[in-house]
């Protein structure tokens, strides 16, 4: 005889098969959420080693920003709890006049978060800091049905973004760059270096926001953002990479820094461009990892 606990994993066995997993990944991924206590490591390794389904995208991004806790047998209560926090906040700055039904919703899930951490006052006023906030809630509310989910993701992605803080290897990352590009592309390691676009490559502001305003959700940024859950941050130089290699043509013609800098701020890029920047990207930070 079975076991309660074996036979609610065995359960959500038959289920995640039922529904389609089938692969290696997949079968990696059911091995893990058959457990009520999920190991976080075993998570945060398969984001990093496999392709994230998307139909469980949102899940693992909940348990791993701990909206959601390791107990899969607290998740109910857990997110009972939060939709009635979301609609606390939301109804109080509805009544204050400090949102409405036009309101966009990143907008909201900002003044919803200073209202949560007492730091709402009476002027709102936007900072620098604000656009990479709305940056990641758009991509969010674009992958995400729920305004609940998605604001709590939101929140916490930024939060998560913000406490890594990517700038910091920015020297490292640069030299990453360099390398990748030379061995890849000598010509146009040659040119870049002559109009000196690596000293000035707007690369900080896309390791802080993660890419949030360079890739769209068709063009894979949610991939980027998997890796990184999975604490492998050498994704970001990577796809850095392969922006400069898929725009090679454009940058060859350049006479001068500034119509590089010109080039490379010509996005969002299509979701036909993301997706091929992405794919390359993760194909040469495996190759750098070693990763199978």
């Not at 900072?127 to 674009?142: L, P, Q, S």
């Not at 000035?200 to 959700?217: F, G, Q, S, T």
Request: proline fraction near 4%; include cysteine; glycine fraction near 4%.
């Amino acid at each position: 005889m079975l076991d309660d606990e074996q036979a609610k994993g065995n359960f959500r066995v038959s289920y995640y098969e039922k529904v389609g997993f089938r692969g290696s990944g997949e079968k990696a991924l059911v091995a893990i959420l058959k457990d009520d206590v999920i190991e976080q490591k075993k998570l945060e390794n398969f984001c990093v080693r496999f392709p994230l389904p998307s139909s469980f995208r949102v899940l693992i991004w909940e348990i791993l920003l701990q909206i959601l806790p390791l107990h899969q047998q607290s998740h109910k209560f857990v997110m009972h709890q939060r939709t009635q926090h979301f609609e606390d906040l939301q109804h109080a700055l509805e009544i204050m006049k400090k949102i409405d039904s036009d309101t966009e919703l990143p907008v909201s899930f900002l003044k919803m978060h200073f209202l949560e951490t007492g730091k709402l006052y009476l002027k709102f006023k936007d900072e620098e800091w604000h656009k990479f906030f709305y940056a990641v809630g758009n991509v969010v509310c674009d992958l995400v049905d729920s305004p609940v989910i998605a604001y709590w993701i939101t929140v916490n992605f930024h939060k998560f973004f913000m406490d890594n803080n990517y700038t910091q290897h920015t020297e490292e990352f640069n030299a990453i760059v360099m390398s990748a590009v030379k061995k890849e592309n000598p010509p146009l390691y040659t040119k870049l270096c002559e109009l000196e676009l690596f000293t000035n490559l707007p690369v900080e502001l896309w390791y802080k926001e993660c890419y949030a305003r360079v890739i769209p959700v068709g063009g894979g940024i949610e991939r980027v953002w998997d890796i990184l859950i999975g604490k492998a941050c050498q994704i970001l130089p990577c796809v850095a990479v392969q922006i400069l290699l898929v725009f090679d043509r454009q940058l060859m013609h350049c006479t001068n820094l500034s119509s590089c800098i010109a080039v490379l701020n010509s996005i969002p890029f299509s979701d036909e461009t993301g997706n091929l920047i992405v794919g390359k990207g993760i194909e040469l930070w495996k190759k750098l990892e070693k990763i199978s």
